[in-house]
T-cell receptor, first 114, second 112 residues
Framework: DARVTQTPRHKVTEMGQEVTMRCQPI?????VFWYRQTMMQGLELLAY????????DSGMPKDRFSAEMPDATLATLKIQPSEPRDSAVYFC????????????FGDGTRLSIL | GNSVTQMEGPVTLSEEAFLTINCTYT??????LFWYVQYPGEGLQLLLK???ADDKGSNKGFEATYRKETTSFHLEKGSVQVSDSAVYFC???????????WGLGTSLAVNP
């Protein structure tokens, strides 16, 4: 089965460091989503792309977060500088962008900022 | 605006018990409705879906019926197993660029 691949699976770093998370969407999917999951806030949509163009990043703190799709096989989410409150699990999901079609999730990046 | 409300967890059941997790929604038009499941340490995966009123989605013994009159999409299973322990999310697709509106999730623990 085709899968969304996220790297790294785990990341521990110190406050102030840059963090880059990567996602390889399923081949042929034209919509990519970035989510953040925490116990307190649940699942939050940070940003999403269609055909590599950002459609909505209103869920993302603009001063420190950035999301890009350099090409159709790679999406990145960067945090610079990182803060302890950014500790969470970050999920990437991809989809066909058609009605009634589901989103397919990766296994996430578990990020801990010390 | 569009929203999804799920019953709060955690839900704890004994093996072979009957499961209901309530989900109600608010949306304009005719959204598609989904249940996703998240097993420990994994991402969310689609469990079942329904795309129009009175549709019943089913998978792995789970069922949910799209009830427009009550704006509900409750998840049910007749006999749960320990392996069903997970977090369950209800979501709707109102056609807004395929962005899903998510419930907060309901944690289910099934004891042997």
């Amino acid at each position: 089965d085709a899968r969304v691949t996220q790297t790294p699976r785990h990341k521990v770093t110190e406050m102030g460091q840059e963090v880059t998370m990567r996602c390889q969407p399923i081949l042929g999917h034209n919509t990519v989503f970035w989510y953040r999951q925490t116990m307190m806030q649940g699942l939050e949509l940070l940003a999403y792309f269609r055909n590599r163009a950002p459609l909505d990043d209103s869920g993302m703190p603009k001063d420190r977060f950035s999301a890009e799709m350099p090409d159709a096989t790679l999406a990145t989410l960067k945090i610079q500088p990182s803060e302890p409150r950014d500790s969470a699990v970050y999920f990437c999901a991809s989809g066909l962008g058609q009605p009634n079609q589901p989103q397919h999730f990766g296994d996430g990046t578990r990020l801990s900022i010390l | 605006g569009n929203s999804v409300t799920q019953m709060e967890g955690p839900v704890t059941l004994s093996e072979e018990a009957f499961l209901t997790i309530n989900c109600t929604y608010t949306a304009t038009g005719y959204p598609s409705l989904f249940w996703y499941v998240q097993y420990p340490g994994e991402g969310l995966q689609l469990l079942l879906k329904a795309t129009k009123a009175d549709d019943k989605g089913s998978n792995k013994g789970f069922e949910a019926t799209y009830r427009k009159e009550t704006t509900s999409f409750h998840l049910e299973k007749g006999s749960v197993q320990v392996s069903d322990s997970a977090v369950y999310f209800c979501a709707l697709d109102a056609g807004n660029n395929r962005k899903l509106i998510w419930g907060l999730g309901t944690s289910l623990a099934v004891n042997p």
